[in-house]
């Protein structure tokens, strides 16, 4: 049984609004529906478990992280042992859930590009959406380093911009082999943002013109006047039904609960809905394009 040695504090960090604290609590809620479902007081399966007395609150409550030993050692004195899978797989999500890009990418940004492409080659349906930037996947390899070139510089990360840009371009040889289908939507923002030197982002838009032409790319552009489903609030991406992937300013959330995918895939169902497709949308960006022309001649 687990002592009191096994709590694992929380980081001192304002978390009270992420992901991953909102999963925790989740799990909290459960852990007390089947405690109370046992007739069991805190107090009594604390002493049960050989637990300091408020460890018991603080995990029913998120304060703490739950350990695989200490839901199957709730489960077991609950008499609920027909949940501890479910149980423990929720808690190894919320483990793997929230990463820093400081430690995610100490080795560089090639070795994240490396385990993009290990989890995309077991995916079948691409949903994306960026308010800002043109999607990873549909990005030239000028436009990629300008991206990587900016990301890394802001977080001080080894620069291997070179070896980063080409394993993206591998990524994207997924494109054009198998039955993946991708629906890339953006916002018409990312046409015309400075994110990368004029030149490039002309190539970029080249690019686009012809990827918008290919039959299992589902492309999608956002009118900067269109009556927005849901608010472009930052970028995501859902394989299949399986996971989300969020990137933040400091870190990736890697969202797997059922719950949290269905909120996703429900903002992204409203912002498609807010898209201009097909001949529409080749309009857009053959207009960003004229205009990038007209900026520079």
């Known amino acids: 049984m687990a002592g009191c040695g096994s709590i694992r504090r929380l980081p001192p960090c304002n978390e009270v609004s992420t992901p991953a604290r909102q999963a925790r609590e989740a799990l909290g809620v459960r852990l007390r529906d089947i405690r109370q479902d046992a007739g069991l007081t805190g107090r009594a399966l604390a002493a049960g478990a050989s637990w300091h007395y408020t460890k018991v609150s603080k995990l029913e409550h998120g304060v703490i992280n739950a350990s695989e030993d200490d839901v199957r050692t709730w489960c077991r004195l609950c008499g609920a042992d027909d949940q501890v899978a479910d149980l423990v797989a929720v808690v190894r999500s919320i483990d793997t859930m929230f990463v820093e890009w400081r430690r995610l990418l100490r080795s560089g940004t090639r070795a994240r590009q490396r385990e993009s492409v290990r989890f995309e080659s077991d995916t079948k349906l691409f949903r994306a959406f960026e308010p800002h930037i043109i999607p990873g996947l549909l990005q030239t390899a000028e436009y990629a380093a300008a991206i990587l070139s900016t990301f890394i510089d802001f977080h001080n990360l080894p620069d291997d911009v070179e070896e980063g840009v080409a394993t993206r371009m591998e990524r994207q040889a997924i494109l054009y082999r198998g039955d993946r289908r991708f629906h890339m939507v953006f916002c018409q923002a990312a046409l015309t943002l400075g994110v990368a030197p004029a030149d490039v982002l002309a190539g970029q838009l080249d690019r686009l013109l012809a990827l918008a032409t290919l039959p299992r790319v589902h492309l999608g552009v956002i009118p900067t006047r269109a009556a927005h489903g ?68």
Do not use: C, N
């Open 230 to 297: 849901f608010l472009p609030m930052h970028g995501f991406w859902i394989l299949d039904t399986k996971t989300v992937l969020v990137e933040t300013i400091s870190a990736e959330l890697k969202l797997t609960q059922p719950r949290d995918i269905a909120v996703y895939s429900r903002a992204f169902e409203r912002l498609a809905g807010s898209a201009a497709y097909g001949r529409e949308a080749r309009a857009l960006i053959t207009r960003a394009l004229q205009d990038l022309d007209d900026d520079t001649s």
